[in-house]
């Protein structure tokens, strides 16, 4: 194709959807076959023009194509722009129909998709899990088998588009006359009609219910991601086929550990005396205990890290890691001793701190609150 798009329709490059639109309609209508009859060149600018707006009218191509040209648009960058591509969705958008037809599809419409929340533990992250979920959907009615019909009827071939969901339609145009295809609203597009309804579901072939899922949750899912089954949604209408359930996970929070990636984060409580003396902890993990030695002068906020210890990768081999991070706790409310006691060490550090008397301190202005 020869030309930058927006070029080719006359705007610059920064144009909005509004001005895109109408550069589109003058061009087109400068550009038509119809006023041009014979001129093979008005006809290929009309087809050029007719991509550009196809590309330019749609956020995600125009995105593709101002980054990386013709080129980021893949096989549709070639494609004839008078075949069951974009050029349809043109005239759909214009005239309520589109001028090839094709491109509608008759039969019953697909049902809706659900969602639903399933609640899983850190346990169930770490080794995978079933969960069990319960959604109000629509499931085919039982006593129609679905078709909509009542009882020993059946659907009939709709008379006005002769079974085939689609209507063809002569309109006057800007552009002169078109000739669009649309569904039938006699029959919805479906190509058949029910006479005598279902008493059940009065026609649509579908009843409302309570319905149960498994869904096999992967090892290292993470809060907030969702799960899709295929099929599980709201059975369509009269036969159609069935919507997809989409089931969102929420990670319960877990008493001891924080989610960081992969990563579980524990947080690791030492008293003064600890953490300045070292000690020995069994620190309890999602696959059993782990030993932890704390050197002696471990600082606040230092991380032990146990490699492999933590979740898996979701996906590809491999655990994240369990990571330790240390809270060194000040004691309050000091008995004499314990006071004492630490008075004697600062003083042996040459530390300053609060005197003994309580009543001289509380006398001293802070500057701070």
Known sequence: MSGNFYDLLGVDPSADQDTI???YRRRARELHPDANPGDAEAEEQFKLVSRAYEVLSD????ARYDRFGESGLGGASGADPFGAGGLGDIFEAFFGGS???GRQQSGPPRGSDSE???QITLEDVFEGSVATVEVDSASPCGDCGGTGAGSGTRPVTCSDCNGTGQVRRVRQSMLGQMVTSGPCTRCAGMGQVVVTPCTTCRGDGRVRDRRTHTVDVPAGIRDGQTLRLTGRGDAGPRGGPAGDLYVHIR???HPLFE??????VALLVLSVSQAALGTHIVLPALDGDVDLVVPPGTQHGREFVARGRGLPHLQGRGRGHLRARVAVKVPVDLDEESAALLRRLAEIRGEDVAPADKGLFARIKSAFS
């Open 59 to 62: 956020p995600e191509q125009r």
């Open 99 to 101: 001028p090839f037809g």
């Open 251 to 253: 990670v319960a929070p």
């Open 259 to 264: 989610r960081e990636g992969d990563d579980l």
């Open 116 to 118: 639903v929340v399933a």
């Open 21 to 23: 639109k109408k550069a």
